[in-house]
């Protein structure tokens, strides 16, 4: 007796070290794991954050080791890494927030479509980016 079953298809794992390096991504597939990325390192620096608050608005005292933190260091840390550190901040806020309110236009209006998702992620990448640098330009000194 003939067997009239099909043929299914065979998954397989994909090669982490082969695939991934010629997979492309779209621009809403980078959006959305910055997305995760930037909420994970905001989380992750919280107690920096907080704590450069802190010493920001305690006193006048606590000001001057606040601006200190970013021209001497903070400890063994110079300060161009802690003003690597807060620009690391910086973007992942902006990030966070421009992809944030992108995903919620996009539940609200149900603005699903493969041409809105691609502009608008562009759109999100190029401002959060643009942001950066203008932010980063004045942490740095440049105007």
Do not use: C
Request: glycine fraction near 6%.
């Amino acid at each position: 007796m003939p067997e009239l079953t099909q043929k299914r298809p065979e998954f397989r794992n994909i090669n982490a070290i082969k695939d991934l390096t010629t997979y492309r991504l779209p621009p809403a597939g980078w959006v959305s794991i910055l997305h995760r990325v930037s909420g994970a390192l905001m989380f992750l620096l919280l107690p920096l954050i907080v704590w450069l608050f802190d010493t920001s608005v305690s006193s006048e005292i606590s000001h001057d080791v606040f601006q200190s933190a970013f021209s001497a260091g903070i400890g063994f840390v110079p300060g161009v890494l802690v003003k690597l550190v807060v620009l690391a901040i910086i973007w992942a806020y902006l990030h966070h927030l421009i992809a944030g309110l992108r995903h919620l236009y996009m539940d609200v209006n149900h603005a699903v479509s493969k041409e809105f998702g691609k502009s608008s992620a562009l759109f999100t990448l190029v401002l959060s980016i643009g942001l950066t640098v203008v932010l980063g330009a004045k942490l740095f000194g440049l105007y």
